[in-house]
């Protein structure tokens, strides 16, 4: 059974779209992040959810807006696409532990 | 804010050598969570090994190990008996103690991509 999963793994679009990934968790975990890794590889948060309450939303464009339906779940719609967002984005999830398991992630590419 | 550095951008090690990667970080904290996480071409986030800075006993995980020296706020990891599959992109991540209430987000470095040669 998949921990973490997202949809799409594979997005291309062209500029000015509005697209969403979606992810959905399996773990009974209450916390869930959106990170984006960029071209160089260097992965940052993005916000993160607990209980379906925003906890972290940290410096990311009003094109980005996620929604958290259940705990279970963490979605991520981008609105008017841009160059600057193709990446890859990356949902995880956390539980009384303090480790994040990752999901496949989702490369984005904007034409 | 809590910051994660890893200064070697490319490394490389033959099969069945040994090979250390080095990460510093900075904080003013004194109780976090530190951790590897590897990244082959699949791209997939594979946590490798994690260690709390309440322990001082470096942790373990098969071949995988780390030295962790919390005064100089290092924390390396050593692969024994490197194996063609460990080949990947390695980041090093710090977080946070949990918030009450809150979530505590990783902060990555800029990894370090391993190659290992036959």
């Known amino acids: 059974d998949t921990a973490v999963s997202q949809t799409p793994k594979y997005l291309v679009t062209q500029m000015g779209n509005d697209k969403s990934i979606k992810c959905e968790q399996n773990?009974?975990?209450?916390?869930m992040y959106w990170y984006k890794q960029d071209s160089k590889k260097f992965l940052k948060i993005m916000f993160s959810?607990?209980?379906?309450?925003?906890?972290i939303n940290e410096t990311v464009p009003n094109r980005f807006s996620p929604k958290s339906p259940d705990k279970a779940h963490l979605n991520l719609h981008i609105n008017s696409l841009e160059l600057g967002d193709s990446a890859v984005y990356f949902c995880?999830?956390?539980?009384?532990?303090?480790?994040?398991?990752f999901g496949p992630g989702t490369r984005l590419t904007v034409t | 804010a809590q910051t994660v550095t890893q200064s070697q951008p490319e490394m490389s090690v033959q099969e069945a050598e040994t090979v250390t990667l080095s990460c510093t970080y900075d904080?003013?904290?004194?109780?976090?969570?530190l951790f590897w996480y590897k990244q082959p071409p699949s791209r997939q986030m594979i946590l490798v090994i994690r260690?709390?800075?309440?322990?001082?006993q470096n942790a373990t995980e098969n071949r995988f190990s780390v030295n962790f020296q919390k005064a100089a706020k290092s924390f390396s990891l050593k692969i024994s008996d490197s194996q063609l599959g460990d080949a990947a992109m390695y980041f090093c991540?710090?977080?946070?103690?949990?918030?009450?209430?809150?979530?505590?987000?990783?902060?990555f470095g800029k990894g370090t991509k391993l190659t290992v040669n036959p």
């Open positions: 995880a999830s956390s539980g009384d532990a303090y480790e994040q398991y």
């Open positions: 773990l009974g975990h209450d916390t």
């Open positions: 904080t003013s904290e004194s109780d976090y969570y």
């Open positions: 959810y607990n209980n379906k309450e925003l906890i």
């Open positions: 260690q709390e800075a309440y322990k001082q």
């Open positions: 991540a710090y977080r946070s103690p949990l918030t009450q209430g809150g979530s505590e987000k990783l902060v």
